[in-house]
């Protein structure tokens, strides 16, 4: 079926340096990516999100960027902090109507101090 | 941004006991409540989807009558886990959607439950 995959279970990064986490996706219906970051034992937090008619969008620290013609998205953390440890999930879903969300596999970001 | 409430962080029951999780959105109206299974190192598993003053919609797989869902109002929904085993033991987790949002959808911080 369709699904939502990441290229790496792990990444450890050096504190102070960038992090990019990947994901691929399957579902050529979806037009919606969300990034979220799971602590260990908590719910998942909300972080940035794309729709499809984008192939960057910026917040805080985070850039997502979304490559639909290899159906690819991708998580930029720019100086990462020991807070930024913690697992993080990319999601797609649809836009319209009540779409529910599918989540990948997760990728554990371990920062170095 | 919006908070979710989920209550308890932690619950240990017997076998064969039936134990009741509540998803609260304190600060906007949810029409729509998701509850998520999660396994240790693992994805969360979407179990239904909620909707206020409807019945729920379950994934393949997932057993209604094992686990009941009420959502009885904007900003309320539960899930019971009925005679519970140990099998059922895992992470749960609800999220909300807000009414006129987009598919965001905020989380709670999780249920750890233990069968014994």
Known sequence: ?113 | GAVVSQHPSRVICKSGTSVKIECRSLDFQATTMFWYRQFPKKSLMLMATSNEGSKATYEQGVEKDKFLINHASLTLSTLTVTSAHPEDSSFYICSAREVEAKNIQYFGAGTRLSVL
């Not at chain 1, 979220?36 to 794309?50: C, H, L, R, T």
């Not at chain 1, 008619?53 to 805080?60: A, I, L, V």
């Not at chain 1, 953390?77 to 930024?84: E, F, L, M, N, V």
Request: overall charge neutral; aromatic content about 8%.
């Open chain 1, 1 to 113: 079926g369709e699904s939502v995959g990441l290229h790496l279970p792990t990444l450890s990064v050096q504190e102070g340096d960038n992090s990019i986490i990947n994901c691929a996706y399957s579902n050529s219906a979806s037009d919606y990516f969300i990034w979220y970051k799971q602590e260990s034992g908590k719910g998942p937090q909300f972080i940035i999100d794309i729709r499809s008619n984008m192939d960057k969008r910026q917040g805080q620290r985070v850039t997502v960027l979304l490559n639909k013609t290899v159906k690819h998205l991708s998580l930029q953390i720019a100086a990462t902090q020991p807070g930024d440890s913690a697992v993080y999930f990319c999601a797609e879903s649809q836009v319209g109507g009540y779409q529910k969300v599918t989540f990948g596999t997760g990728t554990k970001l371990q920062v170095i101090p």
